[in-house]
């Protein structure tokens, strides 16, 4: 087994502890508000949906985060349009994002024939990391924290109550949309690392398990935070021993954390109906 | 055609013929999501029987069982939601199969699961196709009145005589037993496209649910040929062609002025 | 004679908490049962229980028959691809098997149930085509093949138009004289007064017997509460109700 520290002080890996972090930190926040705002599928379709944008700009040299937002914003644009975030996807969606990976996959392997890039685009790197990533990761770091800043308690007040917020004068729907457009920037900050489809390794899992012992929204943010890092270097670790790409085993961290959980709070739980009956 | 071509169109075919017309039920009780939550769920089971050599159907089946008790068990948490349960558990087992497919000992087959092969059909797969055209198409035959009665008013089916959940339970077999045999042509990612696809393209287009079936499941088979076709004359991957001339069909139909057939 | 719907203590509601306590009546073949409450007050909770669809938490149920339910019109879908037709065909599921096609006798059942609402002209038109009034004799059509000694219907008036509501009313006058009994649920207090029996419910039973007894204004103001004006006429009084949009728990 090798040693943990080799993630700092080998040279090619410290960009992938440094992308980890920061997609961590980002993670951890953004995910409570899109547990709470429930969009989940969101984004975990803005990921689906980026993928054949990506794979047109790795084969043709455009810039893939400049290809990969500019697609991710469409998308979430047009969801947004539709008033469909936060509710169950559409017969349509599905076939959307069926087109968008049957698509991405033809012009990967049979256009471009750049095949390798599949696996890549769909579950991360660990190495081939570069600069202009660590920097959109940590633009998207920076924009979490001010918005939730700013916009956190607008978001809660939209999460418990729909109606209500707008009823407090709220400016619920520019709140939600600029909930959605920063989803789908962090979306394109974490795929070169995770993968467009496990970007809810990131960005989902982490506040599922902090739900189950968080009684408060600060709360949520914490502890979400506190798992998104752990499941984080723990899976870049694991990748790294393994030789896989960080997606995957990040992903399976993410929802054994939540098993776990849901597990021993679910027994506490049934420990204390028995002990009140 | 050459002998390949011939199987793997006679599969999506008989695969994609039956998803087509049983899609119409899936559409009207709202389970395209639940279909996709399933079918990217069951790659574990699709990763295990690859790597242990055993039937593609038998590792679909397995994954699509435990998909199912996962998913369902994720969803009930009240304090994440249905959505965010059924996320949970789907995104962790994407990333177990994906994790047991790419360690390098494992045979890199990882992108046929995903996206489907329907080159690489066998025997024993088109003998599957056929037997769920049939049990299946009975199936359907059988529960066509319940059916249509309970998706059209469920307390009033109940009212009938009927028994709502059964019939709801007996789709959703059927489903999982469709899409685990259509994944070995079209891949965990787009097994969708053959369920969903064909009733989106004729819904508007019909007037009665046997009508829809009959459209949906000729839609898929004329979908899956031209596939193949054109995956043989563009050199384009086989499973993703398929699915993109669904999503084309789709598409279309949707956009069609509404014809109102049968 | 035995009673065709009797209830005996019935408590019912969802998840173990009951929405709807302590309800007592008994209803004869070929009376007409007007059900009168609230939104939220348990009509349809009721009526869930009546179906069977219910477990009650306490008490009893019993039925002389399966009861046919003509359901509100916004409860079923609009895009579903059926005919006027094939919804009343539907009704003949209650009594063939349900694996085989319909019968010839339940096709001639179907037309004739149209026949006898009225909409003999529309049977191939598409359900979500229908005006509102159409649309719930339809249901009412299904709810004749059905062909149960029971019907329970769900403010089959609302909303419909002035010649559906006739048409709808001379069909309930004939199920009577055919010895069937009907419970309505209505938020029309004085229309209540036509009929044979009435029940107030407002989360318990308020009252139940014929109206001249059971519809005074205590016992209207117990019922519905905040949701009453009453109107002094030169010689009567008229109560109104009013309508508001809630759902009770456990619909949706």
Redesign the interface.
């Known amino acids: 087994m090798p040693s943990p520290l080799d993630l700092a002080d080998l040279p090619f890996l410290r960009e992938a502890l440094a992308e980890v972090v920061l997609l961590a930190t980002a993670g951890g926040l953004l995910s409570a508000w899109i547990v709470l705002r429930r969009l989940a599928f969101f984004t975990h379709a803005t990921g689906s949906a980026t993928f054949p944008g990506l794979v047109v700009a790795d084969a043709s040299g455009v810039s893939p985060l400049i290809a990969g937002i500019a697609v991710a914003l469409g998308y979430a644009g047009g969801v947004e349009r539709a008033g469909r975030a936060g509710r169950e996807p559409s017969a349509a969606t599905a076939l959307l994002l069926v087109a968008a990976l049957a698509g991405g996959v033809v012009l990967a392997s049979d256009v471009f024939e750049s095949g390798a890039a599949v696996d890549r685009l769909l579950f991360g790197t660990l190495l081939g990391l570069e600069t202009a990533d660590l920097a959109l990761s940590a633009a998207t770091v920076a924009l979490a924290v001010v918005a939730s800043l700013a916009l956190g308690r607008t978001w809660a007040a939209i999460a418990f109550d729909p109606d209500g917020a707008s009823a407090l004068g709220l400016p619920a729907a520019r709140a939600d949309f600029l909930l959605l457009a920063l989803v789908a920037v962090a979306v394109v900050a974490a795929i070169p690392a995770v993968g467009a489809l496990l970007v809810a390794a990131i960005y989902v899992l982490p506040a599922a398990a902090a739900r189950l012992v968080a009684r408060s929204i600060p709360a949520l943010l914490a502890w979400s935070l506190a798992f998104a890092l752990a499941e984080g270097l723990v899976g870049l670790y694991a990748a790294y021993w393994l030789d896989l790409p960080p997606g995957p085993p990040v992903a399976v961290l993410g929802a054994l954390t939540y098993a776990v959980l849901a597990l021993a709070t679910g027994v506490r739980e049934a420990r204390l109906r028995a002990a009140t009956a | 055609m050459s002998g390949i071509e011939l199987r793997a169109t006679l599969e999506v075919v008989l695969a994609g013929g039956f998803c087509g017309a049983l899609g119409f039920w899936v559409l ?1 009780e709202r389970l395209a999501y639940a279909g996709e939550s399933l079918s990217h769920g069951m790659l574990p089971g699709l990763v295990l029987a690859a790597l242990a050599g055993a039937p593609l159907l038998l590792g679909a089946a397995g994954g699509a069982l435990a998909a199912a008790g996962l998913i369902a068990l994720a969803a009930r948490d009240p304090r994440l939601g249905s959505d965010t349960g059924t996320a949970v558990a789907v995104t962790g087992l994407v990333g177990l199969g994906s994790l047991l497919a790419l360690a390098p000992e494992s045979p890199q087959r990882l992108e046929e699961l995903l996206f489907g092969d329907p080159l690489g059909v066998g025997d024993g797969d088109l003998v599957a196709a056929g037997a769920l055209v049939l049990a299946g198409g009975a199936a359907l035959a ?2 066509r ?2 059916l ?2 309970t ?3 469920p ?8 028994r709502p959940g059964l019939v709801r339970l007996a789709l959703l077999v059927m489903m999982a037993a469709a899409i685990a045999v259509a994944v070995e042509g079209l891949g965990a990612l787009l097994v969708l496209a053959v369920l969903v696809g064909p009733p989106v393209a004729v ?1 508007r287009h ?4 046997g ?2 079936m009959l459209a949906g499941g000729g839609v898929a088979a004329a979908a899956g040929v031209a596939g193949i076709q054109l995956s043989a004359q563009a050199g384009t991957a086989a499973g993703a062609s398929v699915a993109l001339v669904l999503c084309a069909a789709a598409g279309l139909g949707a956009l069609l002025p509404a014809r ?1 057939l ?1 | 004679m035995t009673a065709a719907v009797v209830a005996q203590g019935l408590s019912a509601g969802y998840g173990g908490r009951p929405v709807l306590l302590d309800v007592s009546f008994a209803a004869d073949p070929g009376q007409t049962v007007c059900v009168l409450g609230p939104n939220g007050g348990g009509k349809t909770t009721l009526f ?1 229980a009546l ?3 219910l477990e009650p938490l306490a008490g009893r149920v019993d039925l002389s028959d ?6 509100q019109t916004e ?3 609009l895009d ?4 006027a037709f ?2 009343a065909l ?2 003949g ?2 009594r063939g098997r ?2 085989l ?2 019968r010839r006798s339940d096709r001639t059942a179907a037309r004739a149930a149209l026949e006898r609402v009225g909409l003999a002209a529309e049977g191939d038109t ?2 979500g085509e229908l005006s509102g009034g159409q649309r719930q004799r339809a ?1 009412l059509a ?1 709810a004749l093949v ?1 062909d149960s000694a029971v019907l ?1 219907l769900d403010e089959p008036l609302a909303g419909v138009d002035p010649a559906s509501a006739q048409l709808i009313d001379a069909v309930f006058e004939q199920l009577r004289a055919e010895g069937r009994t009907l419970l309505v649920s209505s938020h029309d207090v004085e229309g209540a007064r036509g009929f044979d029996l009435v029940l107030c419910l407002n989360r318990r039973q308020v009252a139940f017997g014929p109206p001249a007894e059971a519809l005074d204004r205590a016992t209207i103001e117990a019922t519905y509460g905040r949701e009453l004006i009453v109107l002094e006429e030169p010689g009567a009084a008229r109560a109104v109700t009013i309508q508001h949009h809630e759902h009770e728990h456990g619909e949706q």
């Open positions: 009207s059988a529960l009145r319940p249509a009665a998706s059209f008013d307390a009033g089916a109940s009212a009938l005589g009927l819904r019909v007037r009665n649910p009508a829809a109102r049968g | 869930r179906m069977g669809e399966r009861a046919a339910y003509v359901a409860r079923t879908r579903f691809p059926v005919s094939d919804v539907m009704g599921l209650a349900w694996w096609p319909p598409p359900f249901l299904r059905q329970l």
